[in-house]
């Protein structure tokens, strides 16, 4: 990253997603003031330094994280709102009794070595509210349906069965789309717990279908040519950094774009 960028006193939230990134751990140290992080798909990224670095921060409200090949000491002390894990393959999970809470907490594309063990270390040492986890299988997911959290979403699991959740007292929500459910055991669960809310199929309005996700987005017409380049986007407080194909990039009256050489 451009050394300047460590004068960004005032950056709150920084995507750096899908880079070649190595070390931004002495970078890091210079934005008290970040809440927001992603530094997904950056194999070559020394996390362990990152997270050591980020573990004197008061709170992230977000981490995105991948390709963790091993989660380290100083995770235990890293205080985060919200965690997103991808693409890694857990076997330990290091958060002790002194550790703060993770409320929201996703594995997408995990893989997960003692699931058993890690249900019942989130349980006792994580306290998560929320739990995500997609793009697994149904033999690793079940264990998690055991987890004490307020909502689970499994969505794209190919799961065929919820009939744990039955017996979890504190879960209020259950997104079960994508998956490969029996309508009679979901409406069994259904009457089972009625104070449950279940969503196992998409939102369908009465004249539109199934709602769109992002209704006010238009299509833009393709330019001829394009070419790739570095760019940096500046909205407020917010960057974004990313190899994209310029010609993909919209910029607003408000928004300033620099293209580094």
Known sequence: LPYTMTGM??????????????????????????????????????????????????????????????????????????????????????????STQIKRLSFIDCSFQHPDLLVEQLNKQVFPEHLMIEEGNEETLLPFLNVNVDSISVPNNNLKSIAPVVKMENLRY??????????????????????????????????????????????????????????LIFRKRHLWMRQVNCTQVLLSSSTKSLRTP
């Not at 894990?85 to 857990?90: E, H, L, N, R």
């Not at 994508?178 to 309005?205: Q, S, T």
């Not at 009465?206 to 006010?216: A, F, H, K, Y």
């Open 174 to 231: 259950l997104d079960v789309r994508g998956n490969k459910l029996n309508v009679k055991e979901v409406e069994h669960v259904k009457k089972a717990r009625p104070d449950l809310e279940i969503m196992n199929v998409e939102a369908v309005e009465r004249n539109s279908g199934i709602r769109e996700p992002l209704p006010n987005l238009k299509p833009v017409k393709k330019l001829r040519w394009s070419w790739e380049v570095p760019c």
């Open 9 to 98: 006193r005032n950056l709150r939230k920084l995507n750096l997603a899908h880079n070649r990134l190595e070390d931004i751990s002495w970078q890091v140290r210079k934005w008290w003031g970040l809440k927001s992080l992603d530094v997904s798909n950056n194999p070559n990224l020394a996390l362990s330094k990152l997270v050591s670095s980020l573990s004197y921060f008061d709170q992230i409200n977000q981490l995105k994280i991948s390709h963790v090949e091993e989660f380290s000491a100083d995770f235990a002390l890293l205080n985060v709102h919200d965690l997103i894990v991808g693409q890694t393959s857990i076997e330990q999970f290091p958060r002790t009794a002194n």
